[in-house]
């Protein structure tokens, strides 16, 4: 171990920031998840806080809204993962089929750019378009339906938010599969093309059995943040009057924890969504390598 850190010291230096922030902001703070089995006061601090057990986790699973958040949770992922995942393949296996240059790369860069404005930005605009006034309502009207105030509407919630993250993200998320179509032998192409194979099957079996892998690691790292769904975008979108599908886990932990100052409470809430990603994580991971012997470990 020495002589590798000797002999690729850069290469270990490189790494040493990545390093110290995991254990910054991931592993040294698992100290605090403690505060879930206490009754956390912090005046007495997390060790003299009295032990209270399992009891946050007791009054989750038995309060009113541990279902409507555990379902809205699952239902947003599911959608997003239904809808949002698959949405850069696609985009990448079409421009993988673009020929001009210029073309592809105007296409690339334009559905690049959502992903670099700021979420509240995002936001900012997303109310300012489903407002009775905006630009959504006007094109609704012109086809003759009726304006609406649509982020106060709670049944069409779960489409603003999936279909906004496509948006913002679907070019961000081809460059991944773009590289991974790049490092594609050409001859298998070729080959392809000897045996009369027009685009679809070259598409079908070569191309995608060539990106297969790169699909199954990615699947398996979302499967892990399938109950994290966005906090931030959510708590920026919503209002209590659209809380029966909008109000997810970590929305819940939010207002619990910082604004109701329930700290041992809100920390349960959250270690349960972190071993449910977890669990899904390593099954999933499981799945994958007894399937097609893909897996991160």
């Known amino acids: 171990m020495l002589y590798d850190i000797r002999k690729n ?7 040493a920031p990545v390093i110290l922030f995991f254990s910054l902001f991931h592993y040294i703070p698992m100290y605090g998840a403690i505060i879930a089995f206490k009754d956390f006061s912090p005046r007495l601090g997390i060790i003299g806080s009295p032990w209270a057990g399992f009891e946050h986790f007791k009054v989750f699973f038995e309060g009113i809204y541990f279902w409507r958040t555990l379902k ?8 997003d993962l239904v809808f949002g995942f698959p949405a850069p393949i ?19 860069t334009i559905t690049y750019m959502p992903h670099f404005v700021s979420l509240v930005v995002v936001c900012g605009m997303i109310k300012e378009f489903t407002v009775s006034g905006g630009l959504i309502n006007d094109f609704i009207a012109f086809l003759g339906g009726e304006r609406l105030s649509l982020l106060l509407e709670s049944q069409f919630f779960r489409t603003i938010y999936v279909s906004s993250g496509v948006w913002q993200h679907i070019g961000w998320g081809t460059i991944i599969y773009l590289a991974a179509l790049a490092g594609i032998d050409t001859e298998q192409y070729e080959a392809a093309k000897i045996d009369g194979a027009g685009r679809w099957k070259q598409m079908r079996h070569v191309t995608l059995p060539g990106i297969m892998p790169t699909i199954v690691i990615l699947l398996i ?44 409470f ?6 349960f969504n972190s071993a449910i990603n977890f669990t899904l994580v390593v099954g999933s991971n499981w799945l994958s390598r007894k399937l097609n012997d893909t897996s991160l470990w």
Request: aromatic share 10%; hydrophobic share 45%.
């Open 9 to 15: 010291k850069l290469l270990y230096l490189m790494l």
């Open 72 to 79: 809205n949770t699952v239902l947003i992922s599911l959608y």
């Open 90 to 108: 696609i985009l990448a296996l079409l421009l993988n089929e673009v020929k001009k240059t210029i073309f592809k790369r105007s296409i690339q």
């Open 221 to 264: 790292l979302e499967m892990g943040r399938m109950l994290s769904v966005g906090t931030e975008k959510i708590i920026l979108l919503y209002n209590p009057t659209i809380y029966d599908t909008a109000d997810v886990i970590s929305s819940y932990v939010y207002r619990v924890g910082l604004q109701e100052f329930n700290y041992s």
């Open 266 to 271: 809100s920390s349960a809430v959250g270690l």
